[in-house]
């Protein structure tokens, strides 16, 4: 009797535990990752900690601030996935990597110019030649989340921005959001997160499920049980 309420527990417990994609881009450019955790409530909230190791490079010119005191990157996940360890540059581009980096993830036809759809999106007369204009924005995404490809994150949230360090060395984007409309996981796990300066794609790296993550949450989600076992037994002992 005991022992079939504590598998219920057991149940109830893996059931709360909500998975994790990480996308970890240590390579020369850059350390650090983006994860992205599934709501039960629905939706996802993202996170992202990352340093640029040499902010100097000239490669960031056309990316820099106003003001001048961060590297302003966008970021999308997009459909393929890098297959070099050191995921710079070309290694990111549209036709390498396995499957092909490829565009944007866009499964509802936004239609920017970097969807990966666009042959449904000219067969949908979704492409500027025919006055067409993607409209993607914070405020007309929460307005109309269809106006986002689902995988356009600067878009959606604005461009992931690296604060110059003391010594203009390295830059360093603390960010995180709440994504009501966002993906689920499973559709995006094993496509890829490509950071750019303007166009050019800079580094990128693959979404896969956290080991780690997924470790502690189990761990946390085992911690309960055992004091619900515990707390049952005490009942059990007192009755
Ligand atoms: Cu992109």
């Known amino acids: 009797m005991r022992q079939n309420a504590l598998l219920g527990l057991v149940a109830a417990a893996s059931v709360l535990a909500d998975p994790i994609l990480v996308s970890t881009q240590n390579n020369s450019m850059v350390e650090g990752n983006v ?136 830059a360093t984007a603390e960010a995180s959001g709440s994504d009501p409309f966002g993906p689920t996981l499973s559709e995006i796990t094993n496509m890829s997160i490509v950071f750019h300066c303007a166009s050019p794609r800079l580094f990128c790296a693959t979404m896969l499920a956290s080991d780690d993550g997924n470790a502690a949450v189990k761990g946390a989600g085992l911690d309960l049980v055992l004091m619900m076992a515990v707390t049952i037994s005490s009942l059990a002992f007192l009755m």
């Open 35 to 170: 994860t992205f955790e599934e709501q039960s409530s629905g939706g996802l909230t993202w996170a992202a900690n990352l340093t640029l190791l040499d902010a100097g490079l000239t490669t960031y010119d056309d990316c820099i601030s106003a003001d001048g005191k961060s590297i302003d990157l966008n970021w999308h996940v997009h459909v393929g996935r890098p297959t070099s360890d050191d995921a710079v540059g070309s290694e990111c581009g549209a036709t390498a990597g396995d499957p092909p980096v490829g565009g944007h993830y866009d499964p509802n036809y936004a239609c920017g110019s970097s969807s990966n759809e666009q042959d449904t999106c000219t067969e949908l007369n979704k492409t500027s030649s025919n006055g067409y204009t993607y409209d993607c924005n914070p405020s007309t995404y929460l307005s109309d989340p269809s106006v986002c490809e689902v995988g356009d994150y600067s878009g959606k949230f604005g461009a992931m921005k690296f604060m110059y360090s003391a010594d203009n060395t390295t």
